[in-house]
């Protein structure tokens, strides 16, 4: 082949140099290759296939017998492992160049041909390995090094170590998270060895000490880099009977031996830096320490920070059994620390104050600190370690995957989240491992030369494209592992369960009964039940419950009606079954379980809906989602919900299913108090309205379905009452009118009994039984009452109001409003019924005085017998009729004159009386404040009790749990009469001055 065409062919394999790899190729001894594909095929394969090359070149001209190397390159495996070192690391290569020699440690079959066994070192046999390399007996109780060159010694077998190490990485013959264990146990040896050297320079009369290493960090959790500094703490004792200070000063002696033994540069370079910041006191404090000291430090003075670097406490060199008894000796307090006071904020703060430290021009190329980093995960799983391991001991793992599986397989965190962090952590370990590799550098910063990025997405198997599959792979995992870091992270169950003691934590049936009372349970043993029903077991829904339930109880019980509380949270559960997404939501998402347990223990209202629909649920997850939805949007959703079916019935009961959902959202936002009043009001107005207008769209298709032709007439819904004010309550009818018009030619008579019959096939509709709220649909208010047809034509309503119309059905008329149906046709009623609400003279004396008799009237006929009228929202009083009929009267006496009281709303017509000084501005704001008040009140009572009613209750749980929905702290139902009564008092005798003057 010419060197042309061998040129070309590199450069198709992935040489970016083709012509240097040709010649490089064709020199002798590689040369006796040039026939082997294997060679090419395995140096495309590598990271840099040129470096690869390159370095190959060079240890073959170091080796003292190239013709063995060069042979030895005909075995794949051992070829695979060699190439791929020498294309991804430099530093590695410049190892193999000073030790040629070293080559043959990736060798997979011996001189005679036998396959050796390939598994990850184990801990002993680096240690053994390490120790053999300064000339320590192993097998000592305390080795001492003999050889004379230890320390370059130490190096040089540290890096034949890391050679096999990264050949198995590099080809994929170990998982990241055996480098990076074997990592961390290759330093364990080597801190051994590096005391052995300590121990060789100590004078010969230094008192005899225990010394045991305790690596912290990613070396205790067995996560370590390729070049990363080794965290340590040092505790030494005294032999029995010994000098304590003596014995200290020896240990501190080999401390300081240790770490220059593997910090301190020789010819054969420097290991990495053994860091004793984590110590007590950090470097202001003594570099050794004696067991008790430790301890002592840890009880009285150590931050909640230093608590969270000993989840990773580890022994690995020196007296292990002096490590084991440090550990032992310090392992309760650490899970402990989660009682501190504002443990989840102090570490969350920390997190915080990590990220601010990044310089903000390389946050976003930050592997380990920026956002979506290493860093994210293992405080995320740190945090949740240490808040839920106090209880389970399950959790108890220095290793961050270890730990993440844990918390996954015993509920603490969803297994979709935890496999989607597990394959972040890999991945971004892996191109960690692949970064420092290549220089043995400590780095944690993404390259911005395209060189290095090209070298480090091949280094991890991306071929076609290196450069933006790694790009893209990278930020796809750092979104990911920022999206759960923030969702874990900040869960706000973290908190409540620090708070917790860890018996009430750990839910133990004593811990739970003693708990139950201290909360203020009335029925104990009834709440255990349920705890039990919901926790026992071994299922992953029963160990989630076992995270959630000790810190609901708490929520359920600042409520007014925990009992309550805990029975619907079973009902709920219970119905929820094995609903995958439940219980995950609860855990992990913001608010949920705290809005979910205050609702239940606060409105039987709401419970009875969800019980009805429980996966509305899902709508606690955001409080955007309890806002009341537009008309707008509501109306097109159940539009096309209610076209898809035939059957009428079947069509309304779909509209009538997202009233129920609505009403579920609209309540569910009302007791959390992220809705007023008169959002409520409007967004229940709006549920009602979206109904009705369904349900005629329904009766209208049937009728013409039925008939095969167009309806004869033209009909309108007009909302009356507090439905046309857009006041509505949970429990109020729909109060309505209905119009209709004959088309041209139509027979009035087909017409008017076909407007009838649409108007009977919508009230029979919503009025299916169901175990949806009811919506009623009352058309008292029409013409006649109940003795009139419930159906007439716009000329009819004309007549009517010309001839027989009375001043209290004028006053019903300021709250019409078209609803539903042709809204040309309900723009003509408006127009019929605009001179009779509002007058053109206004109210005679006569018809003044009408009023107040038919009010009188009502108060006396509808106000509940035996009930005190000052605690009667509706008609007691400055209640709700007082200020609306005094608003009324001031609408039908100007109306006519002052347009912007032609509103059907009552606190639109307070505003306006007062901006024309119909009322004076204080007037308006009392009668508006005891209006809300009384609105608030009886809708409360509502939500509180799930039946409706016009009193404040004389029961004192109910009065209670209206009070704390109300805002009114536990113990407050007497501020919340006497703020009522106040408040309507003060309006009463505004209505004195207005409505009786």
């Known amino acids: 082949m010419s060197r042309g065409s061998e040129s070309a062919r590199l450069a198709r394999v992935g040489f970016t140099e083709p012509d240097r790899a040709a010649e490089q190729l064709a020199t002798p001894p590689l040369a006796a290759l040039s026939g082997d594909d294997g060679l090419l095929t395995a140096l ?32 794949d495996e051992m070829r695979e492992g060699l190439l791929h070192v020498l294309g991804a690391s430099d530093a590695l ?56 060159d230890a320390p370059d010694a130490l190096r040089v077998a540290y890096r034949g170590a890391l050679l096999r190490l990264a050949a198995g990485d590099l080809t994929a013959a170990v998982d990241v998270s055996d480098v990076a264990a074997e990592l961390a146990d290759l330093a364990g040896g080597t801190l051994d060895a590096a005391l052995a050297i300590a121990r060789a320079g100590l004078p010969a009369d230094a008192a005899p000490c225990r010394l045991a290493v305790i690596a912290m960090g990613k070396c205790g959790g067995q996560e370590l880099n390729y070049a990363s500094d080794v965290d340590v703490v040092f505790v030494a004792e005294a032999h029995p009977g010994g000098d304590d200070a003596a014995a200290l000063r020896t240990a501190n002696a080999l401390a300081v031996g240790l770490m220059r033994a593997c910090s301190a540069t020789t010819a054969e370079g420097t290991i990495w830096p053994v860091d004793a910041a984590l110590r007590p006191e950090g470097k202001a404090g003594p570099l050794v320490r004696t067991l008790a000291s430790h301890v002592a430090y840890y009880e009285r003075w150590a931050h909640t920070w230093e608590f969270q670097a000993l989840l990773k406490a580890r022994p690995v060199a020196g007296d292990l059994a002096l490590g084991k008894d440090y550990v032992e000796a310090l392992s309760p307090l650490v899970w402990r620390a989660a009682e501190r006071d504002d443990f989840v904020a102090d570490v969350q703060t ?20 920026g956002p979506g980093g290493l860093r994210d995960v293992e405080f995320a799983v740190q945090l949740l370690q240490l808040v839920h391991g ?8 220095p290793n961050t995957l270890a730990a993440l599986e844990a918390l996954s397989t015993y509920g603490y965190v969803g297994r979709d989240d935890a496999a989607e962090l597990d394959r972040a952590y890999r991945f971004l370990r892996t191109v960690e491992h692949r970064l420092q590799l290549a220089r043995l550098q400590r780095t944690h910063m993404m390259p911005d030369d395209p060189a290095e990025l090209r070298r480090l997405g091949r280094s991890i198997g991306m071929r076609t494209n290196p450069i933006q599959e790694l790009e893209d792979e990278w930020r796809r995992h750092a979104r990911e592992v920022r999206r759960l870091h923030e969702k874990l992270f900040y869960r706000p169950l973290l908190a409540s369960v620090a708070r917790l003691g860890p018996a009430e934590a750990r839910l133990t049936p004593e811990a739970a009964q003693s708990r139950l009372e201290a909360l203020g349970y009335l029925d104990p043993p009834g709440a255990l039940r349920h705890l039990e029903a919901l926790t026992t077991g071994v299922s992953r829904r029963a160990a989630i419950q076992r995270t959630l339930l000790p810190v609901m109880l708490g929520w359920f019980a600042d409520a007014p009606d925990p009992d309550g509380g805990l029975l619907a949270f079973r009902r709920i559960s219970e119905a929820m079954g094995t609903t995958p997404w439940y219980l995950r939501l609860l855990r992990d998402e ?71 959902r609505e009403l579920f959202r609209i309540a569910a936002g009302d007791v959390l108090g992220l809705s007023g009043v008169e959002e409520v009001e409007q967004g229940l107005t709006d549920v009602a309205s979206v109904t009705v207008s369904a349900a005629l769209e329904v009766a209208i298709r049937q009728a013409e379905r ?33 119009v209709h018009d004959p088309a041209e030619a139509a027979d009035e008579r087909a017409a008017s009994e076909a407007a009838h019959a649409v108007v009977q096939e919508l009230r029979r509709l919503l009025s299916v039984p169901s175990p949806d709220p009811p919506l009623v649909v009352d058309a008292d208010l029409r013409p006649e009452g109940r003795q009139g047809p419930l159906v007439r034509t ?40 605009d001179p009779i609400r509002y007058p053109a003279t206004g109210l005679d004396d006569s018809s003044v005085r009408e009023i107040r008799r038919v009010k009188a009237r009502v108060e006396a006929e509808r106000l509940p017998r035996g009930t005190d009228p000052a605690r009667n929202t509706k008609l007691g009083p400055g209640g709700l009729a007082d200020v609306e009929w005094t608003v009324q009267l001031l609408q039908l006496q100007h109306g006519a004159q002052v347009p912007d009281l032609r509103t059907t709303g009552t606190l639109s017509a307070l505003a306006a009386a007062a901006q024309h000084r119909l009322l004076e501005p204080e007037q308006a704001e009392t009668l508006a404040h005891a209006w809300r008040m009384a609105s608030r009140v009886r809708n409360a009572g509502l939500l509180v009790r799930g039946r409706p009613g016009d009193n404040l209750p004389s029961d004192l749980r109910e009065l209670s749990g209206i009070a704390r929905l109300l805002g009114y702290p536990p113990g407050a139902a007497g501020a919340l009469v006497d703020d009522y009564r106040r408040a309507t008092r003060r309006a009463r005798t505004v ?7």
């Open 44 to 75: 495309a394969a590598t990271a840099d296939p040129d470096a690869a090359l390159h370095n190959l070149t060079r240890l073959v001209g170091a080796s003292a017998d190239p013709d063995r190397l060069v042979a030895a390159l005909r075995d």
């Open 93 to 148: 290569a410049d190892h193999l160049v000073r030790h040629p020699e070293h080559w043959q440690l990736l060798r997979r079959r011996d001189d005679h041909g036998e396959q050796r066994a390939h598994s990850r070192a184990t801990a002993a046999g680096l240690r053994t390995e390490m120790l053999r390399a300064v000339g320590a007996d192993a097998s000592a109780a305390e080795p001492v090094a003999t050889a004379a």
């Open 350 to 369: 920390m997190r915080r104050r990590v990220e601010s430290t990044l310089p903000s021009d390389a946050s976003h190329r930050q592997l380990k600190l």
């Open 390 to 397: 106090r209880s389970d001991d399950t959790l108890r793992s």
């Open 590 to 660: 913001g608010a949920v379980a705290s809005h979910l347990a205050h609702l239940l223990a606060s409105s039987r209202y709401a419970v009875e809906l969800l019980e009805q629909a429980p996966d509305a649920v899902r709508m606690l997850a955001d409080d955007a989602e309890l806002r009341p939805r537009s008309r707008v949007a509501l109306q097109s959703e159940v539009r096309s919900s209610t076209e898809r079916h035939e059957d009428p019935e079947a069509a309304v009961a779909v509209a009538r299913g997202v009233r129920r």
């Open 706 to 738: 039925a008939s095969g032709q167009p309806l004869p007439t033209r009909l309108a819904v007009i909302a009356m009452g507090r439905f046309g004010g857009h006041e509505l309550g949970y429990a109020s009818d729909a109060d309505v009118l209905f």
């Open 794 to 833: 716009l000329a009819s309503y004309q007549a009517y109001y010309e001839r027989w119309s009375l001043v209290w059905e004028a006053q019903a008329l300021l709250r019409a409003e078209p609803l539903a149906g042709d809204a040309e046709l309900g723009a003509r009623f408006l127009d019929l019924i």
């Open 991 to 997: 209505v004195d001055e207005v409505f009786y003057r």
